[in-house]
Each structure stands twice: as C-alpha cells, then as structure tokens.
C-alpha cells in the first residue's frame, strides 16, 4: 500500500460514530496487541489552547531527553501532523504500512456491524507506532469532547489538562458551558491529577471541580493570569510564571495562558518523580512555533494568521488584536463552516476591522462567502464577497500600506488553504 492509497482509506471512513461508545474502539485495540497499555499518557481535552497546550508539553519532554510522541487533531497542512515523535511527522511508508495492518480488521468488524470512526483509525494508528518507536511519553489530544472520545480508551494518564471551554460542537456535546464541560472532564481517573486553565466560564468551572472532587483529583488551577510579562509583541513574549522566566513564540495573553497549563502539567510530571530540569521546560517552550495560531506569516506587509472560529477562539484573537495591532488600519479575510455558531464567533472580532473579505473554506460544510456576509454585515463598515481564496488575499493584499494589517481567521480549514496561498505567493518560504 503507498501512502496516497492509506490516506485515502482513512478519509472514506465515517467521520463521526453511528453511537457514542468505547467498545469499538477498545475491541480494535485488543485485536492488536493493546500497545495502549504500553505507553505513558498526558491527555489533554478542552475547546481551545489544545494544540498549543500539547506542543509545549511535548516539546518540554523532548528538550529533557524523552521520546515523546505527540498526537494532535486537526491537522493544518499536511495529513502526518497528526502523529509526531520528538517534532517528526511518521514517515509515509510507515504510515501506510500501519494502515495496510490495521485496514482488515476494522473491515472484519464492519462485517459485524460494528464500523471503526475515521478518528479512531487514526488514533489507533498513532498508538500502535508509538508503542512501536518505544516513546516514554504520549501527549495526548483529544478529538471532540472526552467521555466518548475515542482516546478516552487509554486506562489512565499521569496527568489530565482541561484547556479554555468554550460553544463548539454544540449539536453534539450539548447547548452550555456546563455540558460541554462535563464531556470534558469524561477523561478524569480515580485518585488523578487534573490541571485546569482558569479562565474559564463559572459554569464550567463549577462542573469541572465538581468533577475533579467525585474522583479525588488532585485539582491544580493554572493561574496564566498571575504570571509577570516582561516583554511582548508580535513575535514572542517574555514572562515569568511561578518563579520561572520562560519565553514563547506564540501570540497572545491567551496563549501565556495556556503555557501556564503546559508548566503546571509538567511541574506535576515532577511531583512523580520524572525528571524535568527547568533548562528543558525553558528551552522546549521557546522552540515552539504552531501554525495557525496567531502565526505571524509576513511583517512587511504585516500578515497573522489564526484559525479562530468559535466563541473562545476569537474572543481571544480580538484581545490580541487590540493589544498589539492598535493603529493599524486592520483588513480582514474570513470564512467560516456552516455548522458553526457564526455570528455569535464573529461578532466580537469583526467590528475592529475597517475592511473584511468573506470567502470560503474548501470544504463541503463550508458556509457561503455571500451567507457570511449576510450574517456579519451589521458589525463591519466595508464587507466583500469573493467567493476564490486566492482572489480575496490579492485584493485584500491591495490594500495595505505600512500602516495596515492583514488578518486571516475562521475555520481551520481556511487557514490551511490561506497558508499554503500566502507560502506559495512567497515562493515557498516566510
């Protein structure tokens, strides 16, 4: 099987399960070998800092001597990103061998009726090459939600991360913060630790140490908000969190924020008794860039791209917006996926810009650019409608001078076809 073939077996399988459930994805891993129980865990759920949570972890156990696998969901520009060791993609071969393995039993039990997710396949194939490559630790994303979240599969974690929770997947994961905060607190254990971002909405926080207590977590609030910024702007910030200078490349107090979680996590490695020396967690965390996250893609002209697309997210990027982009004449370029709460996601950030395009992800779930425009038409001063990707950043482009910024946000999806857009338009590199 080549890579091509294994990539395309993995996206005909059923995007979401027909019930919520484990047992399939338990049988599956039984069936080979259970390298789950093989491996060491930090799991990691929330609605947004999840990647950006998890790449500092990562890479803070890799700077101390550990191979550690990284699993992350979705990925931004290329299929592999979604499995790493140490900061490298699988190989495609050994992707494509590993699916070649695993593809005939999930057929055998679609035979039974009981059909493996394209998630869960691809959890499983992370799992089985991490058990293979022998990673001492696996930080571990979830895809949606928690409780029924196939990695929720794994017996227990050393330790458990509830990211920033905000509206997203509400159809499925319920209409408050309190629901959804209990799909997520789904991958707590008995006698756990549990290390929480403290930004959260009351009601979610509330149901989240609820939860911590019925299972007797160690319950550890990470306090971004205390932490003492020495120096920020658009490409790094400086700050000292609970006695520890550290410097980040990524963009945003949120984004302090959400390091705090990755310090708290890996101070409770510690308390374990896993060596982590303060010169890893310092150089780990400045060696992280993350695509799409406020990624800072040109200064001149100035250009950022985030894949912001639901409350939480974009209230975040509006913040860092206002905070290192005042002055500037700010131009917009935005699509969105139908399903999502739109308005509500957009209503908070557009009103900054003096100039927005709306276009449109290239997904089958995308919203169109001229139903976008309807739905933000009240909150922007000048809004245009164009339907190509590549069309929109040439005019939007067109419009900055030294005193103007670009701003792409909304889906993932967009942001990874506007990347790749502005990269090739720049021949190949930043």
Known sequence: MTYNEAVKKINSMLTFGIKPGLERIIELMERLGSPDRKLRFIHIAGTNGKGSTSALIASALSCAGYKTGLFIS???LEFRERFMINGKMI???????????????????????????????????????????????????????????????????LVDVITSISLDHTAILGGTYGEIAREKCGILRQGGTCVVYADQQDEAMAVIKESAAAFDNDLIIADGGSAEIINSNISKTRFVYRGLPLEIRLIGDHQVKNAAVAADALFALRKQGIGLPDSAIQEGFGKVSFPARLELMSESPLILLDGAHNPGGTAALAEAVKKHLSGYRLVGITGMLRDKDVYSALSCLVPLFDSIYTTEPDNPRKMTASDLRDTIESCCRHITVCTNREQAYSMALSELDDNSALVIFGSLYLASDMRRIILESKGGGI
């Open 74 to 76: 979705p990925y931004v």
């Open 91 to 157: 190989p495609e071969q050994t992707l494509a061998d590993i699916v070649e393995e695993i593809y005939p039993i999930t057929e055998d039990m679609r035979a039974q009726d009981r059909i493996i997710t394209e998630f869960e396949f691809v959890f499983a194939v992370a799992v089985c090459w991490y058990q293979r490559e022998g990673c001492d630790f696996v930080v571990l994303e979830t895809g949606l939600g928690g409780r029924f979240d196939a990695t929720n599969m794994i017996d227990r974690a």
